[in-house]
T-cell receptor, first 111, second 112 residues
């Protein structure tokens, strides 16, 4: 199983771009990288998923270098409502195995 | 609306009294999973199911049972709850393992 490492917490200010990096040195060939957002007492919410290079949707961008040993979630122009815990997961495709959430990154947006 | 529905949202029970937390999804997803979340420990997987009648243990299966008799339902059973099972529980589903999951709203369980 590919283990992930993220910063425990980050602070930023409204209107800034926030980048959260996740390390996954032993990522397997078929693994996808997925990011989730979780607000207190709510279930995690899917943000974005990618395999390599760059993926962008209406919420975020995901940058994955060629070696895929890390990935960076980029949140453009954050607001106070982006204060949450962000989880990076490395998921296995078509295999009977476990999906593990790490402890995530607690992002705190300041006014 | 596509969703994962858990019931109940809140439950207080006594030690040893069997309980079931239900989970249902309306997206025809094959993969379903249960997690518990505790302060400082993050989300830990209890059990998961790849499809009907196929279940397997996650990281913390002790004290829990699951069943997957129908594709849409994946109940979590605590045969003899203990106080260390006091936690926030989430059910999740996905059309295929490794893809984005849809999570339920959570069940906050307190065992006294």
């Amino acid at each position: 199983l590919a283990k992930t490492t993220q910063p425990i917490s980050m602070d930023s200010y409204e209107g800034q771009e926030v980048n959260i990096t996740c390390s996954h040195n032993n990522i397997a060939t078929n693994d996808y990288i997925t990011w989730y957002q979780q607000f207190p007492s709510q279930g995690p919410r899917f943000i974005i998923q990618g395999y390599k290079t760059k993926v962008t949707n209406e919420v975020a961008s995901l940058f994955i270098p060629a070696d895929r040993k890390s990935s960076t979630l980029s949140l453009p122009r954050v607001s106070l409502s982006d204060t949450a815990v962000y989880y990076c997961l490395v998921g296995l495709m078509n295999r009977d195995d476990k999906i593990i959430f790490g402890k995530g990154t607690r992002l705190h947006i300041l006014p | 609306e596509a969703q994962v529905t858990q019931n109940p949202r809140y439950l207080i029970t006594v030690t040893g009294k069997k309980l079931t937390v239900t989970c249902s999804q309306n997206m025809n997803h094959e993969y379903m999973s249960w997690y518990r979340q505790d302060p400082g420990l993050g989300l830990r997987q209890i059990y998961y199911s790849m499809n009907v009648e196929v279940t397997d243990k996650g990281d913390v299966p002790e004290g829990y049972k699951v069943s997957r008799k129908e594709k849409r339902n994946f109940p979590l059973i605590l045969e003899s709850p203990s106080p260390n099972q006091t936690s926030l529980y989430f059910c999740a589903s996905s059309y295929r393992q490794g893809h984005g999951y849809t999570f339920g709203s959570g069940t906050r369980l307190t065992v006294v």
